[in-house]
């Protein structure tokens, strides 16, 4: 065995202990027989929880709330972060430093307290709901709606598409503008024929990971959405605590995981495809 290899195992060990091995233990879990009076036989195997996911409307009707969901928050997060990160880069120093901070700063704040936060300000006596009162207006029911879930995911999941963004704005060479620019290019054309194909790569990658964070997200729909507006990972966690039904647990939760891989597989051939295209490759 080479040494590169050598020096890399302990990272392997490491990675499928932590990822690997608790996702092989799931998928296995997601096959054993329940029993409420026994609870999980393991030694006994079934595809009856799979069959149930799939005959059961109810379970296609939380996937797609928490897809299209998860699809509105990317969206947002793109049309929000892209230019964020474009003004980002455009900025001197201190205040790019500065701004930067500010971005980063809610990361280390917990997501529950978050949740929280925003749940102050949209609830019924909310301080949103104090404002349109104020202005003589009658109160709206805000909280345990998707819009609170959707504008809660896209603060929390902002950084995420703001960050690959600037990175690759960053090895955009600004002299390349100015040319465009002194050739005659309006600063539309430059935006589209300059700048957005080279931070694409930016785009993509904080596409991906908003969309696989928002719809794995927990937190902000158990707090948010209340009991009816339900996504995946909270009837995951019902079925787990609630039910106490591991297997079927497993089983949503397995399913969310392929799904979500064949959507981001899909739209990663698909933009890698437009971005190898725009560029003549």
Known sequence: MSRGYLLSLPALVLFSGLLVLPLLMTLVLSFNVFDYQVGVKADEWTFAHYLSLFSDAYFYEIFWRTFWISALVTLLCVV???????????MGTPWRSIFLILILAPLLISVVVRAFGWSLLLGAD???NQLIQALGGRPVKLLYTPFAVVIALVHVMLPFMIIP???????LDPSAEQAALSLGASQTTVMRKIVLPQVMPGVLSGTLIVFGLAASSFAIPGLLGGR??????????DQYLSELNWPMGATIAVVLLLVNLLIMLSWNRMVEGRYKKSLGV
Request: net charge positive.
């Open 228 to 237: 009816r507006l339900k996504m995946v990972a909270t009837v995951v966690y």
């Open 126 to 128: 909310g301080i949103v």
């Open 165 to 171: 963004v600037w990175t690759s704005l960053q090895k």
């Open 80 to 90: 929000i972060g892209v230019p964020e990160a474009y003004i980002l880069s455009r």
